[in-house]
């Protein structure tokens, strides 16, 4: 007998347990600051700032920042790729008519020849053709 009453004991306390989980699992217990708030009514959880209650379910907050992270990610992608066209798009508008190594043999050219020039790296730099030599 003494088992029975163990046996329904235990039973109940395992449905009591399964039952009052499902609670505790929706019990808001986030407190969001200001960016968390700002999150929140970025991806629509919420209509507004002032609507936010003062605790919210952390599967909420979780979701939403992991938006927020992902978002934040593909901006940084797509700035990069900006950035990278466009200094690409500068390097080759500013690209010198001359290669490096026909001005190094102008400079030595002129080395040779005794004229040595103001700031010898200096042509290289302003794209200048001061010390031609032709």
């Known amino acids: 007998m003494f088992r029975q009453v163990l046996r329904a004991v235990n039973c109940a306390r395992h449905s009591l ?3 009052n ?13 200001s960016l968390d708030k700002r999150i ?11 609507e936010i209650p003062h605790r919210v379910s952390e599967s909420m907050m979780n979701q939403a920042k992991s938006k927020a992270r992902i978002r934040t990610a593909n901006l ?3 700035s990069t790729i900006v950035c ?3 200094t690409i798009y500068f390097a080759k508008t500013s690209m010198k008519q ?4 026909e001005e ?11 004229e040595t020039g103001t700031g010898a790296r200096m042509g ?3 794209n200048t053709n001061d010390d031609k030599t032709e």
């Open 17 to 19: 347990v399964r039952f």
């Open 21 to 33: 989980s499902d609670g505790v699992r929706n019990i808001p217990t986030y407190h969001p600051g």
């Open 98 to 101: 001359n290669s490096l190594v």
């Open 40 to 50: 929140l009514v970025h991806f629509k959880y919420f209509a507004s700032v002032e």
């Open 124 to 126: 290289l730099v302003t």
């Open 76 to 78: 940084m992608i797509f």
């Open 104 to 114: 190094n043999q102008r400079r030595h050219a002129m080395y040779k020849k005794g």
């Open 84 to 86: 990278a066209c466009i």
